[in-house]
């Protein structure tokens, strides 16, 4: 049976009879809803002009995410709180951040503008004080090309000066209680519109049920890639899983040796976990997408994609991550490094899914990880590289390189870990083992960079964790 | 003379400021959509030059939604939206000459329908050879017009008797606009053959024009409506032509309005874009680096076709020579005809490569005799009472950057921090940091003399509202808040009781495009003219009616003041309305003094000069040629400004916008003539954190516009874009730290990190080739 689509917004839940699983947010917003304050400026998640706040409902409190509406399908609206640029005014009166941003002059030829406000608001909701680097991370997916962004600082750093209560908590209460309404309905979501079907199963029995019944489908996690199908390639989706109400896909387990993290987590939520653990993996998530991308997209769909620039793969490669893979009859583990088969092909069967990535836990070693792309905030790598080293008194006991952007899929290098084994860290060491390299990567030339520059990259990304290492310092110029 | 210094000199909110944080301001794609509109998409060429044998739509006709195709065989009149001169075609006849030039179009009843069609389209090509690189049309003479030469003083047998003589080359980097708001048109049949057109276009009139003489029909048949625009950067001066041409075929041809809203990938791609450029030198100078001679060959990749490219390279000619006088010159300009979207205006237009053209020669200089750059840019800079006279023949009367130079030297801490910069990089070996001081003069006017006019129309309600009109675009530059600002000081009248609505080809005729930085300068003075006629109405209404003397009235905070005798203005009007008064105005402005003569390139093109000068200090990452802004300090000359908020952020964004042409911005074609950096995931504007660590942005005090321009101020349009080369010479002052052999630098725009790692690869390697 067909089911509806509920949300809320402005207090109210909004039911919608027929969902075209293929259709974006922004779309809807746009031509169904019409509201045009929400903007189109790429319809790939790239500048944040569509970016709108969705509120979720998480152990009784209200949980504000800015998404881009553009790669969002509407279907995941369902049991959300939708909130427009054209919401936060209340009472014909200006929301503080949208009064802010006039005062400080944030706004030129104003396209930007809503977007910019959104993912201010959320930033206004989800914490209390906002320092640069809250503002930076909360406005790094989101492109103005007039202003240069400083006004569009000052006015973020002005609502330090702003009690953060508004008309959202004031009606706090009552939002949660329509989400408790909505939530009801327990049963998963199956729609089915203009011969397109969309299941979003709650639980993973239902899942493998699914996927075993209706094997051409396209699994869906945060869609950040998916989606780029429907609005780039113009393809039409015929059969969608989404996993992302999958409660036991989206968890974390720590124990002494190992993490274990659910394939559905939002990268967002993966980034605090693993900044307790390996720093340098955290710091690349912070340039991962934006918080946008982050607060949809996941560790499953990022491994799924088995891109050769997904940047958390050669990290998890380097650290000898593994994954459990699931389908209907079968569970099975599996090392990362024996996942990729070649560009974008993975060993996942069409019944199968990842359930979740354990990632070791090797307090004693060292791990460093780069990433070097044209800009820092929400690129694609040029080539990222990752190195987790175990010392045993000066000599390399265990090494474990790998990179990302040096080949059709992310790989480990394994000819240079060989000449660095069991040797000291020394430079005349490690310029042979640069020299392997060679042996190991034959990297592709394209808009983003050249074949030699990757080369010269990968070699020098490997040079500069050994000065790090030697120096105890670490060079990087975002500390300046 | 009155003025309420107030309001004009009050940072006032963007007028729409309120409306853009609400979402309530609308852009052409928000508009109420009319009954029974249509959605059009096009379709391109997918080579870069190829005979066009065929093109089969049947299954295109066929496809879900499809009301209608058109081709070039729909077109009543002429084919061309060519701005200048022609050769723009909406659809080419035969020859194909750019991946990406439209083919046919279609109308649906969805946007994504129509797109899924396009696909559908079977075309057959014969593929020629394309021409893609400035370096292969070079090769092949392939030119959109005869290469120019202009010569000044004896450049040869100076540069013979210079005691030092450097030659190289340098090229700086295409641009794309990357405005938010793509390209988008809606037109919308009215009667007969009558239609209005909704464009994100900088150039309504021009439009208009176009889509006339496409139809076969006159101008007054078409009008073109614009509220704003969100961004244009040049690229809607004549790039928007083409996608209100195509809607508004679809339109005559379906009798149903039609709307194109570009994909921003095919935006990309069917648009033109910033010119690159190449240039080669010779130079003779003396030991304190003063330019005595200079050859200099410069050529750009224009494109397929011709669009703006003339007056973009006489641009880049006359600002060659930036701010130094250089007496004994040569130029060989080439306008190179490539197989791409034809290049176009982008902010600066053309300037910002001619001056980086010098300021690299300026840097080479410094680098070859060991002397600091900023003594050898000082010790060439153009005087206030010699050395004054341009290699086009202006004498300079308005030179402020001596002085203007040394107070940022002082005000920025820079022989300071260059010292402070000396001590870091000599106890830290691979990241080094880099400072450098670059100046900016930047002519203002249109160079084509007869654009530079402008009109109004300026209506007083008799409840005493003000409603006006100009020929200018609002996108984002804040015209209409400065023009308002003027027109209220003028009145005597509050900020809220002015209103500018839509730009309109029926409110006010024939505009020039809104751009070459002169929209306030031009559009301002003609609203102003309108304001002082029906002023004129009301003071004679008053002399007549009470007999008072009408010298020195001054309107100001509501009231109208005579010698005896005080109105408020709103009952003022009231009254001169029931006495039957005009009190509706058009308005007009030409800028005197210009002249040129192109043949022989002298004249005064310019009415003025917007100076300034930046400090940029960078951290250098040189394993990996990754690099991060830690200061910016500017001086930006505004004249008296009329709102200074704006002319910050326009000077900030300028700047933000001119670092990332020079950093991170890469156009890139594959060899076949592929646009391959199309999209926001492969091309990077700059974002949030390309920020520098601090911003210092000041305005020059004794900065005031020595000619008759609006309050005397100096536009901020373009001019600070160009302030962003100090960024691009702060990277290569940082790297000149990695070896003592520091002529070797070859460091070509933009500055990507792959460029930086590269230039210091090749400078270790030419330093173990000495040893
Ligand atoms: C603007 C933007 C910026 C980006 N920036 C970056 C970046 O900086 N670094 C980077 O690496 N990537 C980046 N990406 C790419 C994208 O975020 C990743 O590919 C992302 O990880 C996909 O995750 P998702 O959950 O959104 O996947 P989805 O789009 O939902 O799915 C991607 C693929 O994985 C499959 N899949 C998902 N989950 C599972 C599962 N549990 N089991 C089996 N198959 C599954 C899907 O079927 C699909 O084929 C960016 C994308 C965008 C649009
Ligand atoms: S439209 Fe650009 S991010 Fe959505
Ligand atoms: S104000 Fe124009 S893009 Fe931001």
Not at chain 1, 284 to 295: D, T
Not at chain 1, 366 to 384: L, T
Not at chain 2, 242 to 254: D, E, N, R
Not at chain 2, 381 to 394: A, E, G, L, R, W
Request: charged residues 25%.
């Amino acid at each position: 049976m067909p089911q509806k689509i509920r949300f809320i917004r402005n207090n109210k839940i909004i039911k919608i009879d027929e969902v075209d699983s293929n259709e974006t947010l922004l779309n809807y917003i746009r031509t169904k809803l019409k509201k045009t304050g929400t903007k189109e400026g790429c319809s790939e998640g790239g500048c944040g002009a569509c970016t709108v706040v969705l509120g979720d409902l998480k152990k009784n409190k209200i949980i504000y995410k800015a998404v881009n509406s553009c790669i969002m399908l509407l279907p995941s609206l369902n049991g959300k709180q939708l909130i427009l640029v054209e919401d936060l005014i209340y009472n014909n009166k200006l929301h503080p951040v949208q009064k802010s941003m006039v005062k400080f002059h944030g706004s030129q030829c104003g396209f930007c503008t809503p977007g910019f406000v959104m993912s201010l608001f959320s930033m206004f909701k989800n914490h209390k004080n906002y320092d640069d680097k809250i503002i930076n991370d909360s406005i790094a997916g989101n492109l103005c090309r007039c202003t240069g962004y400083k006004p569009i600082i000052n006015a973020a750093k002005n609502l330090n000066k702003i009690n953060n209560s508004d008309h959202f908590s004031l009606n706090n209460q009552k939002t949660i209680k329509l989400f408790k309404l909505m939530k009801k309905t327990k049963k998963y979501l199956l729609s089915e519109y203009k011969n397109k079907k969309f299941f979003s199963p709650t639980n993973v029995s239902e899942l493998r049920k699914i996927l075993e019944n209706n094997p051409n489908s396209e699994i869906i996690s945060g869609g950040t890639d998916v989606a780029l199908k429907i609005t780039k390639e113009l393809k039409t989706l015929t059969s969608i899983i989404s996993i992302s109400s999958i409660k036991e896909l989206n968890f974390f387990k720590i124990n002494k040796n190992f993490i274990e993290i659910g394939s559905a987590t939002p990268l967002i939520d993966f980034q605090k976990i693993i900044k307790r653990y390996y720093n340098d993996f955290y710091e690349i998530l912070l340039r991962y997408g934006s918080v946008q991308i982050r607060n949809v997209a996941t560790i499953g769909g990022n491994i799924a994609t088995a891109s050769p620039i997904g940047d958390t793969l050669p990290l998890l490669l380097s650290l000898n991550a593994r994954i459990i893979i699931e389908s209907k009859k079968n569970k099975k583990t599996v090392p990362l490094n024996k996942f990729f088969i070649s560009y974008r092909k993975t060993i996942l069967k069409k019944n199968e899914f990842i359930r979740s990535i354990i990632i070791p836990l090797l307090n004693k070693n060292i791990f460093k990880a780069y990433k070097i792309s044209k800009r820092i905030d929400d690129d694609i790598s040029s080539v990222c590289g990752s190195f987790n080293i175990e010392m045993k008194n000066d000599i390399i006991n265990n090494i474990f390189i790998a990179y990302g952007g040096m080949d059709e899929i992310p790989k480990r290098a394994i000819n240079c870990e060989n000449s660095l084994k069991n040797k000291t860290l020394s430079e005349s060491s490690i310029n042979l083992a640069i020299k392997k390299l060679e042996k190991d990567y034959n990297p592709i030339s394209d808009a983003r960079s050249s074949s030699k520059y990757r080369m010269k990259i990968a070699k020098n990304l490997l040079m500069k964790c050994f000065l790090e290492i030697k120096d105890n310092n670490n060079y990087r110029i975002n500390e300046y | 003379m009155n003025i309420n210094n107030k309001i004009i000199h009050e940072s006032k909110s963007h007028e729409s400021g309120e409306k853009h944080v609400a979402g309530s301001a609308n852009y052409t794609d928000d508009l109420l959509e009319p009954e029974g509109l249509l959605f059009g998409a096009i379709g391109y060429s997918k080579c870069a030059h190829a005979i066009i044998k065929k093109i089969d739509l049947s299954e295109v006709i066929k496809s879900d939604g499809v009301v209608s195709v058109v081709t070039i065989n729909d077109i009543p009149g002429i084919n061309d939206v060519g701005p200048v001169l022609p050769g723009d075609p909406i659809f080419p006849k035969k020859i194909a000459e750019y991946y990406g030039q439209p083919l046919f179009a279609v109308a649906a009843k969805t946007n994504e329908q129509a797109r899924k069609a396009i696909s559908k389209a079977k075309v057959d090509y014969k593929e020629l050879k394309p021409i893609i690189t400035i370096q292969e049309a070079l090769k092949n003479k392939n030119y959109i017009s005869k290469p120019k030469k202009i010569i000044k003083g004896k450049p040869l047998l100076s540069i013979k008797n210079s005691k030092n003589y450097l030659k190289n080359n340098f090229s700086t980097g295409s641009q794309e606009h990357f405005y938010l708001e793509g390209q988008v048109a809606m037109a919308i049949p009215i009667e007969e053959n009558d239609y209005l057109i909704y464009s994100s276009t900088q150039h309504p009139s021009e439009t208009q024009k176009i889509l006339a003489k496409m139809l076969n029909q006159l101008d007054n048949s078409i009008t073109v409506d614009v509220r704003r625009i969100g961004g244009g950067f040049g690229g809607k001066e004549t790039q928007s032509f083409i996608f209100a041409a195509i809607s508004t075929l679809l339109s005559y041809k379906s009798k149903k309005p039609v709307k194109i809203r570009m994909d921003r990938d095919d935006d990309i791609i069917i648009t033109g874009k910033r010119h690159d450029f190449f240039s080669e030198y010779e130079v003779g100078f003396n030991d304190k680096g003063i330019i005595e001679g200079l050859i200099i060959k410069i050529a750009s990749r224009c494109g397929f076709s011709t669009d703006l490219s003339l007056a973009i390279n006489d641009r880049a000619l006359f600002h060659l020579d930036n701010t130094y006088y250089l007496p004994n010159i040569s130029i060989t300009n080439y306008l190179c005809k490539t197989n791409t979207a034809s290049n176009t205006a982008f902010r600066g237009f053309g300037g910002p490569q001619g001056m980086m053209s010098i300021e690299n020669i300026i840097n080479d200089i410094s680098l070859y005799l060991g002397v600091e750059t900023h003594f050898v840019r000082k010790n060439n800079f153009y005087q206030k009472n010699h050395n004054n006279i341009t290699h086009y023949d202006m004498k300079i009367e308005d030179n402020v950057i001596n002085e203007l130079f040394d107070q940022l030297l002082k005000s920025s801490n820079y022989n300071e921090r260059y010292k402070k910069i000396k001590r870091f990089n000599s106890k830290s070996k691979y990241l080094k940091k880099g400072i450098a001081i670059t100046p900016v003069k930047f002519g203002i006017s249109f160079t084509t003399t007869f654009l530079n006019q402008a009109g109004s129309l300026v209506h007083i309600y008799n409840d005493g509202s003000v409603h006006l009109n100009h020929g200018g675009i609002e996108m984002g530059q804040g015209t209409h808040t400065k023009i308002a600002q003027l027109a209220a000081d003028r009145l005597g009248l509050k900020f809220n009781k002015i209103k500018i609505t839509s730009t309109r080809t029926d409110k006010v005729p024939n505009t020039s495009a809104s751009a070459a930085s002169a929209t306030t300068d031009l559009n301002g003075a003609a609203v102003l003219n309108a304001i002082d006629k029906i002023k004129e109405n009301i003071n004679n209404y008053v002399k007549n009616k009470y007999k008072i003397n009408i010298e020195n009235v001054v309107y100001i905070n509501g009231k109208v003041k005579f010698k005896n005798k005080e109105f408020n203005f709103k009952d003022l009007i009231m009254e001169a309305y029931l006495n039957r008064v005009h009190l509706s105005s058009s308005g007009f402005y030409k800028t005197p003094k210009i002249f040129f003569d192109k043949k022989n390139f002298k004249g005064r093109p310019f009415y003025y000069f917007a100076y300034g000068a930046s400090v940029s200090e960078v951290i250098v990452d040189t394993l990996t040629g990754e690099n991060k802004l830690l200061q910016v300090d500017i001086l930006q000359d505004v004249g008296k400004s009329i709102n200074e908020a704006i002319d910050f952020g326009q000077i900030e964004g300028g700047f933000i916008q001119g670092s990332g042409w020079l950093t991170i911005e890469e156009v890139n074609w594959n060899s076949i003539g592929k646009l391959t950096t199309h999209s926001p995931s492969t091309y990077k504007i700059p974002s949030v954190s390309d920020m520098p660590n601090k911003f210092n942005v000041n305005i020059f005090k004794e900065g005031i516009n020595k000619e008759d321009v609006v309050n005397k101020s100096k536009t901020t349009g373009e001019p600070p874009l160009m302030l962003a080369m100090s960024n691009f010479f702060a990277i290569k002052n940082a790297i000149s730290n990695i070896s003592e052999n520091k002529n070797y630098i070859q460091l070509d725009a933009p500055a990507t990190p792959e460029k930086i790692l590269m230039a210091i690869e090749n400078m270790k390697e030419k330093n173990n080739e000495i040893k």
